[in-house]
T-cell receptor, first 116, second 116 residues
């Protein structure tokens, strides 16, 4: 079975500081990994995806993530936080089990707070 | 272009009533997913439709939940005899292809369901 664990339910950074949101996965097959962002009262918006083409993936809004197989990690980073980055972030893995539906298995989410 | 559209955006109903939630996916997307987002359980998969194939209903929490997709497009999620634990945000997503392929899912803004 595949799973995702996000370390830290809340992360607080100052505006301009580095953002680091942690995600570890468990998968018996090469995973497809995603980061989504959710703003209040909105659905999920795709930030970036890993599909084995490159280990460093660049996404929208200056975010990027690095796939590290040895560490089973897919941490999300941004060099300089902006107030507009305050939101909830979800790491997800695409199901490739027996049903092979592509359904997403989500982590518990990390709320990012950006302080002025 | 138009994204995934869900209606209603908010629904308040009394315990024991039936509710219908609607999802209109992105045109041309053959895969459609329903998820539930609640405080205690996070984001959970409910059901998956792919073209004319039989849906994957493995995530439906009880037989009070059902869904259909007519003409390969619009989907309706029905909850019968609602209970307070059904209160949650119900999210719909669509993608070009499901079945484990690395296509990202595009989410609607959800229906916030409150059971009194």
């Amino acid at each position: 079975a595949q799973s995702v664990t996000q370390l830290g339910s809340h992360v607080s950074v100052s505006e301009g500081a580095l953002v680091l949101l942690r995600c570890n996965y468990s998968s018996s097959v090469p995973p497809y990994l995603f980061w989504y962002v959710q703003y209040p009262n909105q659905g999920l918006q795709l930030l970036l995806k890993y599909t084995s083409a490159a280990t460093l993936v660049k996404g929208i809004n200056g975010f990027e993530a690095e796939f590290k197989k040895s560490e089973t990690s897919f941490h999300l980073t941004k060099p300089s936080a902006h107030m507009s980055d305050a939101a909830e972030y979800f790491c997800a893995v695409s199901d490739q089990g027996s049903s092979n539906t592509g359904k997403l298995i989500f982590g518990q989410g990390t709320t990012l707070q950006v302080k002025p | 272009g138009a994204g995934v559209s869900q209606s209603p955006s908010n629904k308040v109903t009394e315990k024991g009533k039936d509710v219908e939630l609607r999802c209109d996916p992105i045109s041309g997307h053959t895969a459609l997913y329903w998820y539930r987002q609640s405080l205690g359980q996070g984001l959970e998969f409910l059901i998956y439709f792919q073209g004319n194939s039989a849906p994957d209903k493995s995530g439906l929490p009880s037989d009070r939940f059902s869904a259909e997709r007519t003409g390969g497009s619009v989907s309706t999620l029905t909850i019968q005899r609602t209970q307070q634990e059904d209160s949650a945000v119900y999210l719909c997503a669509s993608s070009l292809v499901g079945s484990g392929v690395n296509q990202p899912q595009h989410f609607g803004d959800g229906t916030r369901l409150s059971i009194l």
